[in-house]
């Protein structure tokens, strides 16, 4: 199964992630985390150029390619065999952050966002995704407890930035299935629980089917 979590900077991805992991653990599965951009040596590369902040003149055509081209590697060198063997893969952001990001962020027509994502990844999309939603105020707040020193390029764009990448990912639930609007401003317990909740009735999809 292929997993992805998505949402603005600072929505709890990662936190839920980490819950996910350990609850599939206890059921014996097998489980592999992959974030984005990275996940591969070439991968981990092009990450370190796209979130350097001195990197003030990347053009937003050079930050959709070096996105795209490194979730390439990512799917074939590691997303794509894990699958193949049967194990649960959770990406912390896919292809849909392109759409939110580059299409609707910075804006790169959307016609042009899908091609390039349809080549990055071909036919292996998330078999669920659970948008995180927060209100950009409510990471703006979560932005300040973390410093602004420890920042990346992309964490120190401004709020109507935001506010455009999250009308991207409304934009992408109400046209994807797959998508599961997860409320992010409840406590972790309950919305661990939630995912949780539409992984089981996903999985008992599939065995009828």
């Known amino acids: 199964m292929f997993i992805s979590f998505e949402g603005i900077d600072f929505s709890g991805k990662s936190t839920q992630i980490n ?92 016609e042009s966002v899908e091609h390039i994502n349809q080549i990055a990844v071909g036919r292996t ?16 707040k979560r932005k300040l407890k973390k410093g602004k020193s420890k920042l990346d390029r992309i964490e120190i764009s401004a709020n109507n930035f935001f506010q455009k990448v999250r009308a991207g990912y409304f934009y992408l639930a109400e046209k994807e299935q797959r998508f599961k609007i997860i409320n992010g401003t409840l406590s972790k317990e309950e919305i661990h629980q939630q995912i949780i909740g539409e992984i089981e009735l996903y999985e008992k999809r599939r065995v009828t089917i």
């Open 19 to 110: 819950l996910l992991k350990k609850y599939l653990g206890k059921k014996n599965r097998k489980v592999k985390i992959i974030r984005e951009p990275g996940g591969t040596k070439i991968s981990e590369l092009v990450r370190k150029i796209l979130l350097d902040k001195t990197h003030n003149k990347m053009q937003i055509e050079t930050e959709i390619f070096l996105f795209s081209a490194a979730r390439a590697q990512l799917v074939r060198e590691k997303i794509r065999p894990y699958l193949d063997d049967g194990i649960y893969v959770i990406s912390d952001r896919f292809h849909d952050s392109t759409t939110a990001y580059q299409g609707f962020g910075r804006g790169i027509p959307l």
């Open 125 to 140: 999309i998330p078999d669920l995704t659970f948008f995180i939603d927060i209100p950009v105020e409510e990471a703006e």
